[in-house]
């Protein structure tokens, strides 16, 4: 909030009222509007910030343009535009702020040389490098004049008068500037006073041009009008008539007070009684320039126009303070290297001094010291941007109020990179008085300034931070004064590690909350960086961890988002693009939003395989926004005309995925993983083998695998021991294998197994359906008895929650015997078996599924042919000879039927059941005879079920049972992987139940999270 729409709800305590309607008062004589709008809850948020009046007993307000703001003709404009607002003369498209519309409000505006690419200061500062050589000074002066005399044009096109005015001003200068380059050059000296003097001109005309600007848009507005306009006096104002620097005082000087404030009353009046009494009068300052006690032009250095602006607004005991720049405000982290960086509402001067200290380029802490000093009241900063002003940007002052919000007890991270770390270890150090002493001490005479400093309490080792330029000469230093305890081993070592970086948390909100430094430091732990040392006050208003320079982006990265000062980015591959693959494209694009409002997770799908054989499609536009996403349509469009040369789409302009050419399954790795990011996931929707061979490669990189595809841990037994060491190459930091899909689809079979094995549970024996292909063949060719009264029952009890077995085709009779034939190819049809039918058939794909329960049960002796050559094969013949499934041969009809018949007649159906029997370490695969009312004899076609018999579950195994075949449910539990597997990194926020037919889904702020597929 800007502090004139907090201040500007009243004059006085005594003025305020109810401004719901456009109303005049009197004061003073003087009569003014109150703005139509009501801003009593912004008047009431900061009750601290009620307006006050400063010098004359008059309202100010300072604004401060930096050179950017500035930089040339249409930025001047932009300028006028919003002081012209602030002052309420014409609102524009600046942001209404309700303030009063007072003779008594002034505006005192700050602005610096103007900037652009090069800035004028550097330009000026570099004509005294160039006479210090003794080069020709002529072209960067003529550059100069060129600069201002194309804004001038641009500002003045009908004014020539005023234009050739300022002109001339900006020649006489540079004409006084050429005869001081030319001592410069005699003495071939560059003096940093004479620097100071020449760099501080571009203020001077700066200030000029935009008083002059000011003026003349008044005169147009009044120009040709009856209408009285309330008279804007803009006074042009050399700071170096007011600001006065006391040079000895202090390194780099400090601010007479005493003297500026009567040089502010001096000229304050000077300006007042030139103008008439009804006017109001407004400051149009010089930044960065300033005189010294000697009465000598200085400047006030580094970052010195905000510091001009805030101490313009302690002099004139401001109201507020705003530095107009070209950023909307402080942000939570550096957006270079955050890309979802936010800005913070407002922040404390405690909060905005650390986060300046360690790199954050909006304010510098010196510009907060006259805002903190000022008497009797403290001055709020508001940082803007000149560009967007009708954004609010960031308050500064004493008190935030964000740390009232648990969730935001952090307002942003900054980061220190180019550090040396230097460790002294020694037992010598310990409890030995004045070693401290002695190492800072010469530290300090060596002029090597210490950044961070760590020490455990056992005193064996004195960790600190310095800039990488220093540390060898620390170490010497160092090594020099501990020579005698170096000799005698009481320091063992002086080690330097660089480059480091240093992270640091900031905020007020974090002292006395419990939690913050776990969830700091189990981020970096999360995105595999290693902490070396860590510091932190007892204000806990700042911790830092110094890292390892390389790792500092992705470091920043971590902890933002473990904040939820922005989203997690997880970057997506996906190889297979089978039904499943193109089920789960569309999926994370529906839920994409939902994921981001929900969990805080931005998922990006960075890359697609569509085939093992194929080219890698990527993202056209791969960076570090992460805002980019391969959705379904941008896959469907690469079915079109595509440019071999290039590999881009050539029919949509704005291409989001390209084919990357040259690449294929070995280049998917490189093309998806960046070391920057933290989160990378690759869905596995295939059954190819050569697919599985990858597996390991791909943990090993990091990359965590969330796999459809069983032939990777059911391979020969080197490649399923490379998988198992991949997945513990870095103990917890490892990457995850998620297989939970490989067994039973969507079903939470390997999940319930792991559950009954953590909680102390035995299994003894596994059993079940676990081939939807063959569950739905031996249902069709060996139906129960009765199950169409089954079928009713729960389309009667469940009030249309049950609607019918859809895997059936739409002329079959669910309790009707078919031919074995009959019921492969309408298995094939319904997509429930492997491109090769034969997997299905010959047991392959229900080895597989084994061998994977198998070792999860410790039992990893097994391998693929033994498992699959022992099984009972539904025909034994599909296994010898080439079969066209279309035509299945009679004899394999009639095989089938006998066995069916057999069963019937014992009052049996026909099942494929697989089981594995811990006790005598077995597995195998059978077509069983199973009663008419057991569970596996009723187990609905293309439905999984699998039995437990543990220690626990004696008398009655524990029973899974549910549909695992379908492209969307395989895709749903693949996603629910994904966000099993993050879990941890990033909880839900509230969220509600809500109910849309026959489904339900958690929703935010009732937006469906999981949407209902169509029928």
Same mark, same amino acid.
């Given at each position: 909030q800007q502090a004139t729409s907090t201040r500007g709800t009243a004059l006085l305590h005594a003025t305020k009222r109810n401004r719901s309607t456009d109303t005049s008062i009197s004061f003073r004589q003087t009569t003014f509007k109150i703005m139509a709008s009501d801003t009593s809850a912004e008047a009431s948020e900061h009750p601290e910030d009620d307006i006050h009046t400063g010098l004359d007993d008059k309202y100010w307000l300072v604004h401060k343009f930096g050179g950017t703001s500035v930089a040339n003709a249409d930025c001047f404009q932009k300028v006028a535009d919003i002081i012209e607002n602030q002052a309420k003369i014409s609102p524009g498209k600046v942001m209404s702020d309700g303030m009063l519309v007072d003779p008594q409000m002034s505006i005192a505006v700050v602005v610096s040389a103007m900037g652009g690419k090069p800035k004028t200061t550097d330009l000026l500062l570099e004509t005294v490098s160039l006479a210090a050589e003794r080069k020709d000074v002529q072209p960067t002066l003529e550059f100069v004049t060129e600069k201002h005399r194309m804004c001038l044009m641009g500002l003045f096109p009908d004014s020539e008068g005023e234009r050739d005015r300022l002109l001339a001003v900006v020649q006489q200068d540079l004409n006084n500037i050429k005869d001081i380059l030319k001592t410069v050059s005699l003495m071939k000296w560059q003096a940093s006073r004479i620097s100071e003097l020449v760099s501080g001109f571009g203020e001077l005309w700066s200030a000029q041009i935009l008083t002059a600007v000011l003026r003349y848009r008044q005169h147009k507005r009044s120009k040709g009008t009856s209408e009285s306009y309330l008279r804007h006096e803009y006074v042009y104002l050399d700071a170096r008539r007011l600001i006065i620097v006391d040079e000895e005082a202090i390194q780099n000087g400090a601010i007479d007070w005493r003297s500026s404030q009567a040089k502010m009353k001096e000229v304050y009046e000077e300006e007042m009684a030139r103008i008439e009494p009804s006017s109001v009068l407004h400051f149009v300052m010089t930044g960065y320039v300033a005189t010294n006690t000697q009465g000598v032009a200085t400047t006030l250095q580094r970052d010195g126009s905000d510091y001009s602006a805030s101490i313009l607004g302690r002099l004139l005991q401001a109201n507020s303070v705003t530095i107009w720049t070209d950023v909307n405000g402080v942000l939570t982290a550096d957006p270079r290297r955050v890309p979802h960086a936010q800005v913070v509402a407002e922040v404390s001067f405690n909060e905005a001094m650390e986060l300046a200290y360690f790199g954050a380029? !909006? *304010?510098?802490?010196?510009?907060?010291?006259? +805002?903190?000093?000022?008497?009797?009241?403290?001055?709020?900063?508001? *940082?803007?941007?000149?560009?967007?002003?009708?954004f609010p940007g960031t308050r500064i002052f004493s008190t935030s109020t964000r740390h009232e919000d648990l969730d935001k007890v952090v307002c942003g991270f900054a980061s220190v990179e180019n550090i040396a770390l230097v460790n002294v270890e020694g037992s010598g150090l310990m409890g030995v008085h004045g070693v401290a002493k002695r190492l800072f001490g010469r530290l300090e005479e060596s002029n090597i300034n210490v950044i961070l400093i760590s020490q455990a309490s056992s005193e064996h080792t004195i960790t600190f931070a310095t800039v990488a330029s220093k540390a060898a000469m620390a170490k010497e230093t160092i090594e020099d004064e501990f020579s005698r305890e170096l000799r005698v081993n009481h320091v063992q070592s002086v080690d330097v590690i660089a480059p480091c970086a240093i992270i640091a948390a900031v905020g007020d909100g974090m002292a006395h909350t419990s939690g913050v430094s776990s969830r700091f430091f189990s981020a970096l732990g999360d995105a595999k960086i290693n902490v070396l040392a860590v510091a932190q006050g007892s204000s806990e208003r700042n911790i830092s961890a110094v890292v390892l320079e390389r790792d500092s982006t992705r470091?920043?990265?971590? !902890?933002?988002?473990?904040? &939820?000062?922005s989203h997690t980015t997880i970057r997506v591959g996906i190889v297979g693009m089978n039904d499943v693959g193109e089920s789960l494209l569309r999926l994370l694009e529906a839920q994409r939003e939902s994921l981001r409002s929900t969990f805080d997770l931005e998922l990006q799908v960075c890359a697609i395989l569509p085939k093992i054989d194929s080219e890698v499609i990527a993202l056209v536009e791969d960076d570090d926004s992460g805002s980019a996403s391969i959705g379904y349509n941008d896959f469907e469009m690469l079915n079109g005309p595509i440019d071999n040369t290039s590999g881009r789409i050539t029919f949509n302009e704005e291409k989001v995925a390209q084919i990357v050419p040259s690449s294929g399954l070995g280049s998917l790795k490189k093309i998806l993983f960046r070391t920057d990011y933290n989160n990378h996931i690759l869905f596995d929707c295939t059954n190819d083998e050569e697919a599985g061979k990858c597996h390991a490669e791909w943990l090993k990189a990091g990359v965590n695998i969330v796999t459809a595809n069983n032939t990777g841990l059911s391979g020969p037994k080197l490649q399923r021991d490379e998988l198992e060491n991949a997945e513990k190459r870095m103990g917890k930091q490892s990457a995850q294998y998620l297989r939970e899909v490989t067994v039973g689809g969507g079903l939470p079979i390997i999940s319930t197994m792991r559950s009954l094995l953590q909680s102390g549970d035995r299994i003894r024996r596994v059993d079940g359906i676990l081939s939807i292909s063959l569950s739905f063949i031996m249902f069709r060719v060996s139906p129960p008895k009765d199950i169409l009264a089954c079928s009713k029952f729960d389309e009667a009890f469940s009030k249309g929650a049950f609607d019918g077995d859809l895997?059936? @085709?739409?002329? $079959?009779? *669910?309790?009707?015997a078919c031919t074995f034939s009959q019921a492969v190819k309408e298995a094939i049809a319904l997509g429930l078996m492997e491109e090769d039918p034969t997997k299905d058939l010959s047991n392959e794909y229900t080895s597989r599924i084994l061998m994977i329960l198998a070792r999860e049960l410790g039992m990893v002796d097994f391998e693929l042919s033994d498992v699959q050559g022992a099984s009972d094969k539904v025909v034994e013949s599909i296994i010898h000879t080439t079969v066209d499934y279309q035509n299945i041969p009679k004899e394999m009809d009639e095989e089938i039927k006998k066995r069916v018949d057999t069963a019937r007649s014992r009052g049996c159906v026909l099942r494929h059941v697989a089981s594995i029997n811990v006790q005598e370490r077995s597995v195998e695969v059978k077509l069983v005879e199973v009663p008419d009312h057991h569970v596996f004899a009723v187990n609905p076609p293309s439905c999984e079920c699998v039995r437990f018999?543990?220690? &626990?579950?004696?008398?009655?195994?524990?029973?899974?049972?549910? @549909?695992? +075949?379908?492209?969307?449910?395989?895709? $749903?539990a693949l996603l629910a992987e994904l966000l099993q597997l993050m879990r941890g990194k990033s909880s839900p926020r509230s969220v509600a139940l809500s109910r849309t037919g026959s489904s339900a889904s958690l929703t935010p702020s009732s937006v469906g999270i999981l949407p209902p597929s169509p029928k």
């Open positions: 380029k !909006v *304010i510098h802490p010196k510009t907060m010291q006259p +805002a903190i000093s000022a008497t009797p009241y403290q001055i709020p900063l508001y *940082i803007r941007n000149t560009f967007e002003p009708s470091a920043l990265r971590a !902890v933002h988002a473990a904040f &939820r000062l895997s059936l @085709p739409a002329d $079959s009779d *669910i309790g009707e018999f543990t220690h &626990r579950h004696m008398t009655y195994p524990l029973t899974i049972q549910g @549909p695992s +075949a379908g492209a969307d449910s395989t895709a $749903s």
